[in-house]
């Protein structure tokens, strides 16, 4: 049998476990999110679709994860590049950008969402933009 001072403390430990369980999680601080009003949009997708690409990217449509890996605000993480230099490795075209995103999702199904085509073009607007922005910014100020 467990003595009084025995079942006094697993009363407690139980207590203090409980309180570590119900304790809400700290929110993590996230960089701020690219602004997408702001974003150039590609001569092969509209701004509808750059809206969603961005709502993908971000988890809050199709079950997406790319801000797992590229980072709250593209710019990449220790498991993806970053989105926003200027310069990816497999090209910047829209065109790359998709067959890049294609074959990512061939290399880890169901990595990335649950992605139809459309996601797949929403997120590629996206990411253009992503590539794109600061590009687009250098014209525009000249």
Known sequence: MFSRSHV????????????????????VERPPR???DALPVSVNSTREQLMLG????HGE?????????HGWDGKGTAT????????????????QIKATILNNMKLAPGQDGD???????AV?????ALVHQERMENQVAR
């Open 115 to 121: 992605l139809t085509p459309a996601d797949v073009d």
């Open 8 to 27: 006094v403390a697993l009363v407690r430990a139980a207590a203090g476990l409980t309180a570590v369980l119900t304790t809400p999680a700290i929110a």
């Open 61 to 69: 449509a199709a079950r997406g994860t790319c801000f797992q890996c």
């Open 34 to 36: 690219p602004n997408v």
């Open 80 to 95: 993806g590049n970053d989105l926003t230099n200027g310069s990816l490795n497999w090209g910047e075209s829209f065109a």
């Open 54 to 57: 961005d709502r993908i990217f």
């Open 124 to 128: 590629t607007a996206y990411v253009w």
